[in-house]
C-alpha cells in the first residue's frame, strides 16, 4: 500500500467519526483549547500528514517549537492500542501506564488556536465532550462514541502497522528529521527508537457487547478503505 493510499485510508476514518459525530450534542468547536495538552498521542502516518500540511500551509518552522517541549513532563504510552486489545483477548496482566501527565499546552497550539486543526490526529478529533470541559473540569462522553474511538484508532495503527506510535512530541520530532522522514516513506523497518513503540496489525476489535449492534454500522463505513490495506 502506497503512502497515498494509506494517507487516503486515514482520512476516510476521520470522515467515519465526523460523520457518526453527528446528531450528538458536543460543546467542542475549534478554537476551544481545553484538551489541547502535551500528552495527545499518535501514529507516525499522523505526523507524516500533519508535516505535509505544514509543509503545504508554509507553516514548516512551527516544527521547531518542538525542541522547547522535548524535556517538559508528558504522557508517554507503554502500549499501543491494538497492542492493549491483543492483551485483553487473551486476558493477559496488562502493564501499568506511568500516567505522567504534563501540565503543558499542546506545542502545536497558538494563541488558543490549532495550527494543524485540518490535519489535527485522530485522538485530537476523537476527544470530544457533551459538555463545556472548562466549566466542568472533565470531559462527558456518550460510551458509544468512546467506542467508536477505540475502534477508529486501532484501524489507524492497523494503516500503519510498520510505523510507530508515541507522543504527539516525540513522533513529529522523530518525523522532522530528513532521515527519518525518508525511510518512513520508504516503509524501512523502524527499531529502537527512544520512546516511541511499534505499531500492531488489528486482530482483535475493542467493542463491548452493547456496543456490536452499532458499531456495524460504523465498521460498513469502514469497509470502501479498510479492505484495501487487508
Avoid: W
Amino acid at each position: 500500500m502506497s503512502m497515498n493510499e494509506k494517507l487516503a485510508t486515514l482520512t476516510h476514518l476521520y470522515r467515519v467519526l465526523e460523520n457518526t459525530l453527528k446528531g450528538h450534542p458536543l460543546s467542542c468547536h475549534r478554537g476551544c483549547p481545553a484538551c489541547c495538552t502535551l500528552n495527545v498521542t499518535m501514529t507516525t502516518l499522523e505526523a507524516y500528514q500533519i508535516i505535509i500540511y505544514l509543509s503545504q500551509t508554509e507553516e514548516i518552522d512551527l516544527l521547531d517549537r518542538l525542541s522547547v517541549f522535548s524535556d517538559q513532563p508528558r504522557f508517554i504510552p507503554n502500549l499501543t492500542i491494538n497492542a492493549l486489545a491483543r492483551h485483553c483477548a487473551d486476558s493477559d496482566e496488562i502493564p501499568e501506564e506511568q500516567h505522567i501527565l504534563g501540565e503543558g499546552v499542546c506545542p502545536l497550539l497558538i494563541d488558543d488556536t490549532c495550527a494543524v486543526y485540518a490535519a489535527r490526529p485522530l485522538a485530537c478529533r476523537a476527544m470530544v465532550s457533551n459538555r463545556d470541559c472548562r466549566l466542568t473540569g472533565y470531559a462527558t462522553m456518550d460510551p458509544f462514541i468512546l467506542s467508536v474511538n477505540n475502534v477508529l484508532m486501532q484501524f489507524a495503527e492497523h494503516i500503519d502497522r510498520d510505523g510507530l506510535t508515541g507522543n504527539l512530541t516525540d513522533v513529529l520530532l522523530y518525523l522532522s528529521i530528513k532521515e527519518n522522514r525518508h525511510a518512513y516513506q520508504r516503509s524501512a523497518a523502524i527499531k529502537g527508537v527512544n520512546g516511541l513503540l511499534a505499531n500492531h496489525a488489528l486482530t482483535v476489535l475493542m467493542v463491548p457487547p452493547e456496543h456490536r449492534q452499532p458499531m456495524a454500522t460504523v465498521l460498513k463505513s469502514l469497509n470502501p478503505a479498510m479492505g484495501k490495506i487487508g
